[in-house]
T-cell receptor, first 110, second 111 residues
Framework: TQLLEQSPQFLSIQEGENLTVYCNSS?????LQWYRQEPGEGPVLLVT?????EVKKLKRLTFQFGDARKDSSLHITAAQPGDTGLYLC??????????FGEGTQLTVNP | NAGVTQTPKFQVLKTGQSMTLQCAQD?????MSWYRQDPGMGLRLIHY???????DQGEVPNGYNVSRSTTEDFPLRLLSAAPSQTSVYFC??????????FGPGTRLTVL
């Protein structure tokens, strides 16, 4: 079983601040996904990264896949209350199924 | 398209009772899966299916059965509910490119 560790587990910040969430593993993944989940709903896919060193941007969100494809980060610039939610990373190792991290609960206070 | 639908949204069971959680998708995806979500443990795979008539076990299959008679439907059965099965259950339907679409979840409490 490939393990994905997310940090921090909880994050509470003020509107306008920047933040970074990390997703780390000792395993190599062929691709890695980030999801956001709001209370009472299922996770929604934000992005998939597949190439080591790849950077993808989604408005104020920047996703990076590590060069060795063992880790990833999510950076949010100028966070807004609408960014509040549970952020989950999920990795696919070659020939294996999707493995999820424990999640980072982000709260952005107005 | 309705996407992935799950019923019921909430359920309370007594220990030993059985029930079926329903999941349906209208996107013609071959791959479907069931997860449970518990605080601090992320999403854990219970069972999955790569197509009609084919199912396999995930990370935490004990106490659960599945079947896949059609592409659209993938029900999850709890044979004899236990308090340890109190959780939020999510069904997901996956594209060929590994993009997962999740249902809204079923919140199950076993007393």
């Amino acid at each position: 079983t490939q393990l994905l560790e997310q940090s921090p587990q909880f994050l509470s910040i003020q509107e306008g601040e920047n933040l970074t969430v990390y997703c780390n593993s000792s395993s190599v993944f062929s691709s890695l996904q980030w999801y956001r989940q709001e209370p009472g709903e299922g996770p929604v896919l934000l992005v998939t990264v597949v190439t080591g060193g790849e950077v993808k941007k989604l408005k104020r969100l920047t996703f990076q896949f590590g060069d060795a494809r063992k880790d990833s980060s999510l950076h949010i610039t100028a966070a807004q209350p609408g960014d509040t939610g549970l952020y989950l990373c999920a990795g696919i190792a070659s020939g294996s199924r999707l493995t999820f991290g424990e999640g980072t609960q982000l709260t952005v206070n107005p | 398209n309705a996407g992935v639908t799950q019923t019921p949204k909430f359920q309370v069971l007594k220990t030993g009772q059985s029930m079926t959680l329903q999941c349906a998708q209208d996107m013609n995806h071959e791959y479907m899966s069931w997860y449970r979500q518990d605080p601090g443990m992320g999403l854990r795979l219970i069972h999955y299916s790569v197509g009609a008539g084919i199912t396999d076990q995930g990370e935490v299959p004990n106490g659960y059965n599945v079947s896949r008679s059609t592409t659209e439907d993938f029900p999850l059965r709890l044979l004899s509910a236990a308090p340890s099965q109190t959780s939020v259950y999510f069904c997901a339907s996956t594209t060929a490119g590994n993009e997962q679409f999740f249902g809204p979840g079923t919140r199950l409490t076993v007393l």
